[in-house]
């Protein structure tokens, strides 16, 4: 089975608001700060929240992303988490994730063995290393 016919993203911006946030990375905080013209550490202060010592990006009061603007307004350097959504590692982990992820997502479909969507996330993460 093809990835796409798992998972089509049907551009309604849900993953980009609330769900336990998006952690960025020490290079992903250089890259995202150089696109917003900053430094790293004004970065962290001002688009970051801490979260169990790890930066996660920021949420607006509407719980969305801080860098939701009707799209992603940091697309090209947007973290990983966010570039390989809804193929993680932590649904290989445990299966149960796809499904959680699914209730958010609906683009994410259920409706398939887990073999074949641990295969197909398999597969994009391979890509994507
Ligand atoms: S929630 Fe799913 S369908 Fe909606 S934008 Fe995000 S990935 Fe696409
Ligand atoms: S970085 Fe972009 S894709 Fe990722 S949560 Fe924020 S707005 Fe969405």
Not at 27 to 47: C, G, L, M, P, S
Not at 53 to 66: E, F, P, T, V
Not at 113 to 118: E, N
Request: overall charge positive.
């Amino acid at each position: 089975m093809n990835t796409t016919e798992i998972f089509k993203c049907k551009q309604c911006g849900d993953c980009c608001k609330g769900f336990g946030g998006t952690f960025v990375t020490e290079k992903e905080i250089e890259k995202i700060a150089a696109r917003v013209h900053t430094d790293t550490q004004t970065f962290v202060e001002k688009y970051c929240q801490i979260s169990g010592g790890k930066a996660l990006l920021a949420q607006d009061k509407d719980q969305y992303c801080i860098f939701w603007d009707g799209r992603c307004s940091i697309h090209p350097v947007k973290p990983r988490m966010c570039k390989n959504w809804p193929f993680l590692k932590s649904v290989l982990v445990d299966i149960n994730n796809w499904h959680i992820m699914a209730s958010l997502c609906p683009g994410i479909r259920t409706d398939v063995p887990d073999s074949t969507i641990k295969a197909c996330v398999t597969q994009e993460l391979s890509k994507n290393s």
